[in-house]
């Protein structure tokens, strides 16, 4: 089999070691593999395969040596080095929000339009995490029963805002005041309906990309989409609540055949066993788990369902690393 020479900018954030746990996992074909980030004074090597890996500066990379590019950075610095990784030919899939919405860049999850991954194009974006693992659990079921309208409430982990988000919630565990607060609120013992910066009509940043992205994923650019996002005192784990209305009748039996039958979906679906999706169990794995699904009184082509997934692995550096994969069966 060829291997691959691969680079990480960003390795040292949550994302970018998680890419690097799942290439081994996964046992992706690397030849050599680079790390890169900005803050190398803590962590200066990081390790793969039992080996010490240096971490470097992005600026010292040379990208004509590099196949594939996978970006855990911040928009500002993708922007800055992706275009220097495609002048190079690298294949690049950046989990930034840099080239999610750029019509020339497809934003892919596989399982839903994995049809885009195509050989000669070099740029991929990964969505938000959230977005993610709702395309990956409505996909099937629009293709089978014509998505009209969604309407999703999120509880999203301390992880999403990467080792910010984490050490404050330790902090405040632990009862101290956080030294680098990421949230404008205390998120111990609390949930904030607030990620990210609000627009001039009340939605938070996180709404909007969760909006624009889950059309672009799913080809659907009249689709009605309402959002609230909230982010809740766990580590890691995404949940979703989910409301999704269908242009033709739907029950829940025809439904939950269509999601224990699609890839990288887990159906777990027995409340009065209290057998559901949670996320202390989604934690690690790459798949997405759905269940309570059930009719809405009224609505006869509307189901309710939760969906929860890693959103460290699912909802950033499994889903990027399936896309390489796909690059290489091509």
Same mark, same amino acid.
């Given at each position: 089999m060829k291997k691959y020479n691969v680079l990480i900018a960003g390795a040292t954030g949550l994302v970018g070691k998680t890419i690097l746990k799942v290439l081994e996992e996964r046992k992706f074909p690397v030849n050599k593999i680079l790390l890169c980030a900005s803050n190398r004074i803590d962590e200066r090597y990081l390790r793969f395969k039992e080996e010490n890996i240096q971490v470097q500066a992005l600026d010292e990379i040379d990208f004509n040596e590099i196949d594939f590019s996978f970006f855990a950075?911040?928009?500002?610095?993708?922007?800055? *080095?992706?275009?220097k &990784?495609?002048? &190079?030919? %690298? *294949?690049?899939?950046? !989990?930034?929000?840099? *080239? +999610?919405?750029?019509?020339?860049?497809?934003?892919?999850?596989?399982?839903?339009n994995g049809d885009l991954i195509q050989k000669n194009n070099f740029i991929y974006a990964n969505p938000n995490c959230s977005t993610a693992q709702l395309a990956a659990a409505v996909n099937p079921l629009h293709l089978k029963f014509g998505l009209e309208r969604i309407t999703v409430t999120t509880l999203q982990a301390v992880s999403g805002s990467g080792l910010r988000g984490l050490a404050q919630l330790k902090s405040e565990r632990e009862f101290h005041q956080p030294v680098d607060p990421v949230y404008p609120h205390r998120i111990y013992?609390?949930?904030?309906?607030?990620?990210?910066?609000?627009?001039?009509?009340?939605?938070?940043?996180?709404?909007?990309?969760?909006?624009?992205? @889950?059309? =672009?994923?799913? +080809?659907?650019?009249?689709?009605?989409?309402?959002?609230?996002?909230? +982010?809740?005192?766990?580590? !890691?784990?995404?949940?979703?609540?989910?409301?999704?209305?269908? =242009?033709n009748p739907v029950d829940e039996n025809s439904a939950r055949q269509i999601?224990?039958?699609?890839?990288?979906?887990?159906?777990?679906?027995?409340?009065?066993?209290?057998? *559901?999706? @949670?996320?202390?169990?989604?934690?690690?794995?790459?798949?997405?788990?759905?269940?309570?699904?059930?009719?809405? !009184?009224?609505?006869? %082509?509307?189901?309710?369902?939760?969906?929860? &997934?890693? !959103?460290? +692995?699912?909802?950033?550096?499994?889903?990027?690393?399936?896309?390489?994969?796909?690059?290489? =069966?091509?």
């Open positions: 950075t911040e928009k500002e610095i993708s922007l800055r *080095y992706v275009p &990784a495609l002048a &190079a030919g %690298n *294949y690049v899939i950046d !989990n930034s929000s840099a *080239y +999610r919405m750029d019509p020339a860049v497809p934003l892919v999850i596989p399982e839903a013992n609390n949930c904030i309906p607030q990620i990210g910066v609000f627009d001039g009509n009340g939605n938070c940043e996180e709404e909007l990309k969760i909006i624009s992205e @889950i059309k =672009k994923i799913l +080809r659907l650019e009249n689709l009605i989409v309402a959002v609230t996002t909230v +982010r809740v005192p766990v580590e !890691n784990g995404h949940s979703e609540s989910v409301l999704v209305e269908f =242009k999601l224990a039958a699609s890839d990288n979906i887990i159906l777990q679906d027995f409340p009065n066993e209290s057998i *559901y999706p @949670i996320a202390l169990n989604s934690s690690g794995h790459d798949e997405v788990y759905v269940g309570r699904i059930r009719k809405v !009184n009224g609505l006869p %082509n509307a189901l309710q369902f939760w969906v929860v &997934a890693d !959103n460290l +692995r699912k909802g950033a550096a499994s889903n990027a690393i399936q896309i390489a994969e796909q690059i290489i =069966k091509l």
